[in-house]
Nanobody, 126 residues
Framework: QVQLVESGGGLVQAGGSLRLSCAAS????????MGWFRQAPGKEREFVAA????????YYADSAKGRFTISRDIAKNTVNLQMNSLKPEDTAVYYC???????????????????WGQGTQVTVSS
């Protein structure tokens, strides 16, 4: 089982930037794709971005394309989400997650991820 701890959330004005980090421990982190999801109050959890085990492929939700960048540092067991040009609608709790299986082909379905962090709050003011 992978244990995940997110950090880097906070309050930022619209147009600003934040960098979220997720520290992983446990089962072989480097063997699994990692993803970021978010959940706003009253809404379902939604996919934001994902990265394959070797960072060979990156996947983004349409809402994140061109503004967010996902990356991972296998040596440090971390996965990061750089968020630029933030909008009030980006306000949510952001979660990182590890893929359920070693094979990952870009699914945005949260059921394809098994391990979840506790989340970090991102608030974007207008």
């Amino acid at each position: 089982q992978v244990q995940l701890v997110e950090s880097g959330g906070g309050l930022v004005q619209a147009g600003g930037s934040l960098r979220l980090s997720c520290a992983a421990s446990g089962r072989i982190f480097s063997a699994y794709a990692m993803g970021w999801f978010r959940q706003a109050p009253g809404k379902e959890r939604e996919f934001v971005a994902a990265i394959t085990w070797n960072a060979g492929r990156l996947y983004y939700a349409d809402s994140a394309k061109g503004r967010f960048t996902i990356s991972r540092d296998i040596a440090k067991n971390t996965v990061n989400l750089q968020m630029n040009s933030l909008k009030p609608e980006d306000t949510a709790v952001y979660y990182c997650a590890a893929a359920r299986y070693t094979y990952y082909s870009g699914s945005s379905d949260s059921s394809d991820f098994r391990s979840w962090g506790q989340g970090t709050q991102v608030t974007v003011s207008s």
